[in-house]
């Protein structure tokens, strides 16, 4: 009896060995590779659609904060039949991260089944469109804002191409867009470009791409986005102020009203960190941009503040807040969570 335990035991063993052996082989995926079924999917295949929401990073960033991984989460949430799409400049060709990153938000962003995380690679992206020309001959070190003009650029030529939705990562998501052809006001005739819509090959875009071109200048703030989307707005419609909470419509395309995206302005960007008496509904609202751009105090989400954005997160993010906020059960609550830090 003592022999076969022994022999059952030395099997067990070199059952383990095995397991760890292959472990290690492909350890280095460990948190850096996508699930196999993810990637051999083609972008082609995801964008052909025209139904794909689109999300950028055009820095070198690979560890996405809890801003960015709530945006997409709650967009994958709002829209779970629809391909969530991630373009990442930093990310290779290989799909992975760098051998020695552990990032929790893009573990947990891989894991959700309608994310996709791709490389962005400008120079392709832009093949056959107007800014093509533009990209090539441009002095990328000599220019002012790069990231956000860059981004400006590239969300322009993903929606021509494809079709689909345009948000920043900052916007979350909490119910669905019913528009295909719009863009969003952040006030009263102006436009914004953090989120917007439209069917592929879209005339609108195309000219947006032309004057893109045409009156570029880097050390405007906006010249390439709101600013853009709003000269190109004034060409295709008489733009008047709203009535009510009511859209405005010309041509072909919706303009959306600011309680869509905006209802807490950019003066007044801190609301969304600071406890409130009763949150709001946001009944007229989709999505809520949260204006990271403004949030140069480095506010975050803090467990257990009963901030507006830590509600949100709770409701519209609840991956993202259980892991990147919240943390281990038992942590003390008023600190930062992991993914803050």
Known sequence: MLKELQLFLLAVLLLSCGFLYQ?????????SCLPPNKSQQGLGALLGKGRSIVFLETSERMEPPPLVSC????????????????????????????????????????????????????KKLFEDTPLFSWYAQINISAQRNWLHVSSDA???????KHGGL?????????????????????????????????????????????????HYNSHIWGNQGPNLMTRMLRLWCKLEDFQGVRDLRCSNLSFLHPQ??????????????????????????????????????????????????????????????????????????????????
Not at 23 to 31: G, I, P, Q, T, V
Not at 104 to 122: E, H, K, Q, R, T
Not at 306 to 333: D, F, I, S
Request: hydrophobic fraction near 40%; charge should be negative; glycine fraction near 6%.
């Open 260 to 341: 869509r995206f905006y209802p807490i302005s950019y003066p007044e960007w801190r609301r969304y960190y600071e406890v409130w008496d009763t949150d709001p509904s946001f009944n007229d609202s989709y999505a809520l941009h949260l204006w990271n751009h403004m949030n140069q105090e480095g506010r975050d989400v803090v467990r257990g503040s009963n901030t507006l954005a830590e509600n949100l997160y709770r409701k519209h993010c609840p991956r993202t807040y259980r892991v990147l906020v919240q943390g281990p059960v038992g942590l003390v609550t008023g600190q930062v969570g992991p993914g803050n830090k």
């Open 71 to 122: 945006a997409v989460e709650s967009a994958a949430k709002v829209y779970p039949e629809q391909p969530v799409v991630f373009f990442m400049k930093g990310l290779s060709h290989s799909m992975q991260m760098p051998p020695n990153s552990t990032s929790p938000a893009f573990s947990l962003l891989s894991a959700i089944d309608n994310v996709f995380l791709f490389p962005l690679d400008m």
């Open 154 to 160: 590239s969300r322009l030529a993903i929606i021509w």
């Open 166 to 214: 345009y948000m920043d990562t900052d916007v979350i998501s909490i119910r669905p867009i019913p528009e295909k052809n719009f863009l969003a006001a952040q006030a009263s005739q102006y436009a914004s470009n953090g989120v917007f819509g439209f069917l592929p090959h879209h005339t609108f875009l195309w000219e947006c791409m032309e004057n893109f071109v045409e």
């Open 23 to 31: 472990l290690a082989l492909k350890s280095s995926c460990l948190f």
